[in-house]
């Protein structure tokens, strides 16, 4: 069973561009989060998706960031005109759908993003 | 608002050593989990331990063991027989129990050095 798969592990914008981060979570996994993972710093929770819904975006900045977890494909964050600001590592995490208690959170390997 | 404080930036321990990370946080909460995360320098998040805040036993995996007190509001990780792998960045993170899978809040982290 692959884990959570992410791509581009590494990624590099200049000011302005658009960053488009992957995220494939575990088979069987309809949870995805991203956390974003400034230098020295813990990783920020940022938007929480179930397949077609946003259920949590108190973490994401309002303007220049969004997140989709469509029926069918990959979970995409998307950064719209990157800002040097921007640059970090972020993750993604999915867990599965559990009737009872947090379903464990299994982190992929992050995209550390680059903005010049 | 939830938040996890690691008091600790940096620790070195000598191998086979003992060491113990510190974490307190603070939250009106009664229902949660904790945990505590490894981040090698390949940056992959490993879950290294949880704790139900409903159970008083204290969690145990291995080499590695918590000290919970609930009252206190700390969870320190105490690893036992420190191995050169253990080098890491180690962060401590809470999740609210609300029925399903939720966000965690994460503390900015020890840096754990070991030593041969």
């Known amino acids: 069973n692959a884990g959570v798969m992410q791509n581009p592990r590494h990624l590099v914008r200049r000011r302005g561009q658009e960053a488009r981060l992957r995220c494939s979570p575990m088979?069987?996994?309809?949870?995805v989060y991203w956390y974003r993972q400034l230098p020295e710093e813990g990783l920020k929770f940022m938007v929480y998706?179930?397949?077609?819904?946003?259920?949590?975006e108190s973490g994401m900045p309002k303007e220049r960031f969004s997140a989709e977890f469509p029926k069918e494909g990959p979970s995409i964050l998307r950064i719209q005109q990157v800002v040097r600001g921007d640059s970090a590592a972020y993750f993604c995490?999915?867990?599965?759908?559990?009737?009872?208690?947090?379903?464990?959170?299994?982190f992929g390997p992050g995209t550390r993003l680059t903005v010049t | 608002a939830q938040t996890v404080t690691q008091s600790q930036p940096e620790m070195s321990v000598q191998e086979a050593e003992t060491v113990t990370l510190s974490c307190t946080y603070d939250?009106?909460?009664?229902?949660?989990?904790l945990f505590w995360y490894k981040q090698p320098p390949s940056r992959q998040m490993i879950l290294v331990i949880r704790?139900?805040?409903?159970?008083?036993q204290n969690a145990t995996e291995n080499r590695f063991s918590v000290n919970f007190q609930k009252a206190a509001k700390s969870f320190s990780l105490k690893i036992s027989d420190s191995q050169l792998g253990d080098t890491a960045m180690y962060f401590c993170?809470?999740?609210?129990?609300?029925?399903?899978?939720?966000?965690?809040?994460f503390g900015k982290g020890t840096k754990l050095t070991v030593n041969p």
């Open positions: 995490a999915s867990s599965p759908l559990l009737g009872q208690g947090p379903g464990e959170q299994y």
């Open positions: 939250t009106s909460e009664n229902n949660y989990y």
């Open positions: 704790q139900e805040a409903y159970k008083q």
């Open positions: 998706l179930q397949k077609e819904n946003i259920i949590d």
């Open positions: 088979k069987g996994h309809s949870h």
């Open positions: 993170a809470f999740m609210k129990h609300k029925g399903g899978s939720e966000k965690l809040v």
